[in-house]
């Protein structure tokens, strides 16, 4: 029972490096999302996606991209990397339109020298 | 947009007693969603309790209670018997009950329990 899966957990980058985090769901869920959380902020969404090949801008989307290219594979790309980007990202899924929950990932800890 | 504030960033309650965390939002939704989410130290978001904006009744899940106020937009949680398990950062969130769902969470509430 995988549920929602962050690869990776740990990464530190300098400044300017690229990298991606990839988030895998096995429960065929529609909805995908991109979170970061940073102290005293709570959980921001950076961009998300409803569906296969669908992806859109949340509230703080900046410095990112994102793709969708399968069902239960949600990408996050950081391509220059910025020390502002240091935080922990979350990657979330659920059933399109249902009032079920919301699965999280166990979060991704980025820091960026 | 919706916006979800929690007021106190740290609370802390003796072993065995209540405690209630406050959580405001704003919206101009009539039907709607909010939940607690707890993470404790392992970071893992754990939902708590949910809320269907539609149901005047209060969620409970065992010793987790809701006091719902749609005309004062108030959503705040109650844990009785408060157990060491229960330390943990608490994160009240709305969501749309249409569109793509999106949550929206207030800034979280760190709980500390006292032996």
């Known amino acids: 029972n995988a549920g929602v899966t962050q690869t990776p957990k740990f990464r530190v980058l300098k400044t300017g490096q690229s990298m991606t985090l990839l988030c895998a769901q096995d429960?065929?869920?529609?909805?995908m999302y991109w979170y970061r959380q940073d102290p005293g902020m709570g959980l921001r969404l950076i961009h998300y996606?409803?569906?296969?090949?669908?992806?859109a801008k949340g509230e703080v989307p900046d410095g990112y991209n994102v793709s969708r290219l399968k069902k239960q594979n949600f990408l996050l790309g950081l391509e220059s990397a910025a020390p502002s980007q240091t935080s922990v990202y979350f990657c979330?899924?659920?059933?399109?339109?249902?009032?079920?929950?919301?699965?999280f990932g166990e979060g991704s800890r980025l820091t960026v020298l | 947009a919706q916006t979800v504030t929690q007021s106190q960033p740290e609370m802390s309650v003796q072993e065995a007693e209540t405690v209630t965390l406050s959580c405001t939002y704003d919206?101009?939704?009539?039907?709607?969603?909010l939940f607690w989410y707890k993470q404790p130290p392992s970071r893992q978001m754990i939902l708590v309790i949910r809320?269907?904006?539609?149901?005047?009744q209060n969620a409970t899940e065992n010793r987790f209670s809701v006091n719902f106020q749609k005309a004062a937009k108030s959503f705040s949680l109650k844990i009785s018997d408060s157990q060491l398990g229960d330390a943990a950062m608490y994160f009240c969130?709305?969501?749309?009950?249409?569109?793509?769902?999106?949550?929206?969470f207030g800034q979280g509430t760190r709980l500390t329990i006292n032996p």
């Open positions: 996606s409803v569906g296969e090949g669908t992806t």
């Open positions: 969130a709305y969501s749309p009950v249409q569109g793509a769902q999106k949550l929206v």
């Open positions: 919206t101009s939704e009539s039907d709607y969603y």
């Open positions: 979330a899924s659920k059933k399109g339109g249902s009032t079920g929950e919301l699965f």
């Open positions: 809320q269907e904006a539609y149901k005047q």
């Open positions: 429960m065929n869920h529609e909805y």
